[in-house]
């Protein structure tokens, strides 16, 4: 009995120690041993294993639902976009509340309240595992929030450097890549960093570089990744995306072997059917596994699987012709993958481009405008090319057009010297032609045989044949198929601007369109005899028949001369093609407007093709009879254009100063400064707007006659230049005003637009003072991606406005609006006018609507009040006043 008691007594005794224990375990102000083991266990169990298991469940359903697009390197890391990542939210929350948990009541603080970080050895990991379930639900902001904690708070611990990781991870969806790269460089300089965590340092490496498009620093760093990871699918992964970027960087018989590596290891089936067709564009002609690949190519093209990716098949099919030199095989293989086209219009699209490469390098530069067309009908915009593509489309459409200019119009002057009977007799057999045309497309479109580039079994033909009859009238075949494909896709758009974008009111507009069709068709059906004489009317009106007209169809030839030649030289890269555009305009036309450009133009052309008798030849034509011009001076000189860029920017600095000395009232010193532009600057392009300055100055300091007298001077000096209107409008302003003492008029307005009260105190109106356009939009989460604008920006400018030397910064305006800068402009008149080439522009704003950014002109004094206001809404007021 003694014996129960005691062992009774001994269990009641443990009960009531372990009952202290829970206790004193309840406090979180205690650094004792039995608390630190209590909140240790508690910090571990309850939090970082179970919240880890979850975290590992939402992490690899969420791997599941991204999407992968095997047209484009994919992306190192799968955390699939913020749609998707909503069907792992469970999880993810439930990371979030366990983790919360676990930190709010196990972390141990010292008396004052301040947390103990060495005191507790899992608080530090939850933390982490917080910022991760945060990262993965898309909330960057509040995850970075967590990681910056853990890497300012536990110093002690490695899972600083992880949480540094972290950071990098996070600005790199952030698209933040300069505090990207400078946070992963500072975590590769930690020499404690975690060894079983390298491989993941490394592939966010490679996840940078990916995106910053420097393919052999993402080679290196995958490599590195692929050797380390744990895990056979991250394996799998990042040496299939190794593969892509040494196959992009041509280093094609290592992209061989490392997609070999991929299929050995069986990989998922798209990824492993993508491994084989890039392996086979990889194959490298005398190279190893030649029949081994053609064999497994017919093998995958009889597999009833691969029905949707017969354009793939056919599209490697045509890479393995490419490398043996066959160039009709693969034009043949290319256009099979047009036709096999299914469901990925990506594939389609890329299969057209290389239909184009194939064009554009002969060169045929027609036929490639058409396949370019093509390209981009099918390409999604967020493709990594479609910028790219786009520009050059751009570039051979402008061609296309100033050679038709030329064609058409030395046809229709053709047609001029003919007699009214033949030109009658002419136009009759064209419109016999184009009936008979129609009847045939009407035919073909019955039996759905549209005519597609790729779709015509002749298409291969086309890069062996002639483009199109010297006739204005005749069917311009060779550009046909780009529009067709257009058309397709978009339907019968009326020729405008912005055709990409959809709304009710194109919807009711297509449909009015097709209703004026229709009612065409029924009144040529009604009464052929009138449609076709009203059609031979407007024809023969076509035809310059006085003087006059056959002037202006000559000017139209010499300016399609010059323009096609710049775009041969300066966008096409083809200066042969630019040489022989040139000698033909000045063959021509000796005379023509743009002889002097046109012999410069030749001078440094034959000294880049390697022909220095004829660089010679024009530039001494130069010399000695031009030798008075810049031109000549530029020859003269070889540091003609720094001198004039440095001088003309000494000019700016002292322009700018001047007129913040008038906006601080220091009217005497502006009209002495105008005195010295002069003597400093002779000739300069200023003097307009410094005599404008000096005119107001004189406003603010002088007698209304003298004010009026000083206007009246510069609207005689100056009546070729913008700040004529300006000084124009304050003489009629005055003149509203009738009598009184000058200065009456409101020098920081030239217009007698009446100015909102609110607007006066903030912002000036100066038309004549540089000007810059700025683009504001959404930085995170918005419609516009910002490197993307910036790139396509860049694009759009060098195309544009490449003579102008543009620049382009971006700051944020506040803490979620990022603000572009366009700059520098030397008037509003300069401003508006990039202004409206660049507003709702689809080069460079695609499909994004304008209700998802703002434009806006902006002078040079009024730009620093948007920046201090950090809002828009009284500069939009002002800007609607002022400049729309």
Known sequence: MSRVFRAFSGQWAFLGLFGVFMMASCSQTKDTFINRTFHNLSGHYNGYYNAGVKLLEGTDRLAEQHEDHYDRTLRVYRYANAEKAKSVYPQMDDVIKRTGTVISRHTIYDKNGNEKPNSEHWIDDNWLLYGKALFFKHEYFAAMEAFNYVEVT??????????????????????????????????????????????????TFADYYVQVRNNSKAIEHLTRAAELAPRRDDRIRFLFILGQLQQAEEKFSLAFDTYSRVIK??????????????????????????????????????????????????????????KSGNEPGE??????????????????????????????????????????????????????????????RNSLTRLVRYLN????????????????????????DQIRKEEEEKARQKEEEQS????????????????????????????????????????????????EDNWRRSSREQVFQATEEK????????????????????????????????????????????????????????????????????????????????KLQSMYQLYRLYAQLGNPTKSEYYKNII?????????AEIIRNPNYGQDMATRKSQLELFYEETYRKYLNGEYTAVIQRRSQAETMFPQNAFMPKFDLLKAMSIGKTQTRNNFEASLQDVVRTWADDPVREAAQDMLDYLQQQGGGAAPAVDTARSTPVEQPAATARNYSYFPDTTHYVIVVFQAIGGALDANRFKTKLSNFNTANFGSKGLQTQDLMLDHRMKLVVIKNFANKAEAMAYFSALYDNDEVYGVVDVSGYQQYAVSINNFPEIIRQKKLDEYEDFFRSFYR
């Open 515 to 594: 209703e004026d069709t229709l009612v065409t068709e029924a009144k040529e059906i009604a009464d052929p005899k009138a449609a076709a004489e009203a059609k031979k009317k407007a024809m023969l009106d076509a035809i310059p028949a006085t003087p006059e007209a056959i002037e202006k169809s000559t000017n139209k030839i010499i300016d399609a001369y010059y323009n096609a030649a710049m775009i041969y030289r300066e966008q096409l890269k083809d200066n042969s093609s630019a040489a022989e555009m040139f000698e033909e305009l000045l063959r021509r036309f000796p005379e023509n407007k743009f």
């Open 448 to 495: 759905n045989q549209i005519f597609q580039p790729g779709n015509n079994p002749q298409q291969a033909n086309q890069f062996n044949k002639e483009g199109g009859s010297n006739w204005y009238f005749y069917n311009q075949q060779a550009t046909a198929f780009g529009f067709n494909e257009f058309t397709r896709r978009w339907g019968n758009r009326k020729l």
């Open 154 to 203: 536990y110093k002690k611990e490695t899972t600083r450097h992880l949480a540094s990781l972290w950071i990098a991870k996070t600005y790199l969806e952030l698209t933040q890549l300069n505090e990207a790269e400078n946070k992963l460089d500072y975590v590769r300089n930690q020499s404690d960093f975690p060894k079983k965590n390298r491989w993941e340092l490394e592939a």
């Open 623 to 631: 010399l000695n009879q031009y030798g008075d011009t810049e031109y």
């Open 265 to 322: 290891m069986n990989p998922p089936y798209e990824m492993g059917f993508n491994a084989r067709i890039n392996r086979a564009r990889c194959y490298e002609a005398g190279g190893k596994g030649s029949d081994e690949v053609r064999n497994e190519l017919a093998k995958l093209q009889k597999d009833p699987k691969n029905k949707d990716f017969l354009d793939q098949i056919y599209y490697a099919l045509a890479g393995l012709e490419k």
């Open 405 to 428: 200019i030329i064609q058409n119009e030395d046809s229709l002057q053709s047609l001029a010297q003919m007699t009214p009977e033949q030109r009658a007799k002419m136009v009759e």
């Open 331 to 392: 034009i043949e293989y290319l256009n099979k993958s047009v036709q096999a086209s299914t469901t990925n219009k990506n594939q389609k699209a890329l299969s057209y481009l290389e239909l184009a490469k194939i064009a554009f390098v002969k060169p045929d530069y027609r036929l490639a405008k058409g396949y370019y067309d093509s390209t981009i009908a099918n390409l999604s915009n967020d493709h990594p090319d479609y910028t790219e593509v786009l520009q050059r």
